[in-house]
């Protein structure tokens, strides 16, 4: 499924396959924001990942048993998945609110769920909305910066208390340093199309799959421009593991 957005006054076509998650200006491929990041290292998925693995073979194995080759490779086989299962699994639940919240801002009257935990996490959502005075202008509003060549979606634009929020939604277990650079560049390329939009800040949503409800929000404006130069760099690093990856050395 292609989507096509006009960007700045119709000077730019911005294209993205929204399956293969590829964005496209003039028929050249586009970096995405959450390409870019993905160069950072992420010990604690390494960890939960191994944990996982663990996990499916004690479930497996009884004490005292004993085991061919052809049990333990069928084990030791689903030891390797299991962290993809489980993904799957939560990512049910995650996809399932984000698109509950979506419907929302987008003034379609979803019903509450019945399922409790998805009742808990949108009950959590409204909550937040309505202590904080929250008002959605924007949703899926797709970002390119014509400067740096990256793009992206940006999950809403709101106001808080009246002021001008770039935000993204989560179903992660915690709140990440990535997220916070993820949500500058989204606001730095928005404001490079729209400069007169008055932004104060960023503001992360994680819904947890358990029912759980944090925000994030960055309104020190030194900080947002430091999240910046960290994307920035993080894009530079991007681009030139890409080119080492293609990099063949002589061989005598």
């Not at 944990?51 to 499916?56: L, P």
């Not at 084990?75 to 998945?81: D, L, P, T, V």
């Not at 049910?92 to 998805?118: A, Q, S």
């Not at 909305?129 to 797709?142: C, G, Q, R, T, Y």
Request: net charge negative; proline share 3%.
């Amino acid at each position: 499924m292609k989507m096509k957005n006009v960007l700045y006054k119709g000077e730019v076509t911005l294209d993205f396959n929204k399956y293969k998650h590829v964005y496209t200006v003039d028929g050249e491929k586009i970096t995405s924001v959450t390409t870019v990041l993905g160069v950072i290292n992420k010990p604690a998925l390494v960890s939960w990942a191994a944990r996982m693995a663990t996990e499916h073979v004690i479930a497996c194995i009884d004490p005292g048993v004993a085991y061919d080759e052809v049990q333990l490779d069928a084990i030791f086989a689903g030891a390797k998945k299991a962290h993809w299962q489980k993904k799957t699994d939560a990512g049910n639940i995650g996809t399932l609110v984000h698109n509950w919240i979506e419907d929302y801002i987008n003034d379609e009257n979803p019903g509450m769920p019945v399922n409790e935990l998805l009742n808990d996490a949108v009950s959590n959502f409204l909550d937040w909305v309505k202590k904080n005075d929250v008002h959605f202008l924007k949703a899926e509003e797709p970002v390119f910066s014509r400067k740096y060549e990256y793009a992206g979606i940006i999950d809403f634009i709101c106001t808080i208390d009246g002021k001008l929020y770039i935000g993204d939604i989560k179903t992660s277990k915690g709140i990440y340093p990535e997220y916070l650079l993820q949500t500058a560049a989204y606001r730095y390329a928005r404001a490079e199309e729209y400069p007169e939009e008055e932004y104060v800040g960023q503001v992360i949503v994680r819904v947890g799959k358990d029912g759980s409800f944090e925000t994030a929000v960055v309104r020190d404006d030194d900080l947002y421009k430091e999240m910046v130069v960290a994307f920035l760099s993080a894009q530079r690093l991007q681009k030139t593991l890409k080119k080492l990856d293609k990099f063949k050395p002589e061989t005598e």
